[in-house]
């Protein structure tokens, strides 16, 4: 069974724009929430990551806004350039991962 | 590098065949997984160990059989394949099974004719 649901599928996205991407999980025993980043050719590495304690945490361009009642959180990529173009995942504390996301920025 | 090194990159086999894929990590963590990656679906994660002990296994076809002889390396052993097992198999680590920050290595591109 699918734990994360994350959408869109995909996205394009002009330079300097926002991407944003969602994910809903089901099981309300998580407590941590990572984004991961994978470039083609390569394995996906932890991007940013959240526990439910906080709303929103920020790293650079990159922000993940967490809303635990909705059992939703989502990443932000703020100021998006042509080297953000990769696919992301949410994953779950059980290690499931979401569909993905392919994001592409045009310059 | 990420810490986790997968040999060989690519590889392709008939179905026939028996190969492995091997995993060595080099960061002393004490879990590792098996994950597919198709091109059409989501990671599904095969089978986990945590301290040498495999404490998952998603419903993976016997064809697939791991090894974890100590907490450094870990195995796929692969027989008798068929054409749908074409994937990208990622290996990953973490500390221990109850900390989920996962660092991958950079896969086995499996192709199976």
């Known amino acids: 069974q699918q734990q994360v649901k994350q959408s869109p599928q995909s996205l394009i996205v002009q330079k300097g724009g926002i991407s944003i991407i969602n994910c809903a999980y089901e099981?309300?025993?998580?407590?941590?929430f990572p984004w991961y980043q994978q470039f083609p050719g390569k394995g996906p590495a932890l991007l940013i990551a959240?526990?439910?304690?906080?709303s929103e945490k920020k790293e650079g361009r990159f922000t993940i806004s967490f809303n635990k009642s909705a059992k939703q959180f989502s990443l932000h990529i703020m100021d998006s350039q042509p080297g953000d173009s990769a696919t992301y995942f949410c994953?779950?504390?059980?290690?499931?991962f979401g569909a993905g996301t392919r994001l592409t920025v045009k310059p | 590098e990420t810490g986790v090194t997968q040999t060989p990159r690519h590889l392709v086999m008939g179905m026939t065949n028996k190969k492995s894929l091997k995993c060595e990590q080099h960061?002393?963590?004490?879990?590792m997984y098996w994950y597919k990656q198709s091109a059409k679906k989501p990671l599904e994660l095969m089978f986990v160990?945590?301290?040498?002990?495999?404490?998952e296994n998603n419903s993976v076809p016997s064809r697939f059989s791991p090894e974890c002889p100590n907490s450094s390396h870990l195995f796929l052993h692969l027989h008798t394949l068929q054409p749908e097992d074409s994937a990208l198999y990622l290996c990953?680590?973490?500390?221990?099974?109850?900390?989920?920050?996962?660092?991958f290595g950079n896969g086995t591109r499996l192709t199976v004719t």
């Open positions: 960061l002393g963590h004490n879990a």
């Open positions: 990953a680590s973490s500390p221990d099974g109850r900390i989920p920050v996962l660092n």
């Open positions: 994953a779950a504390f059980t290690m499931r």
């Open positions: 160990y945590n301290f040498k002990e495999q404490t």
């Open positions: 099981n309300t025993a998580f407590d941590y």
């Open positions: 959240i526990r439910p304690d906080v």
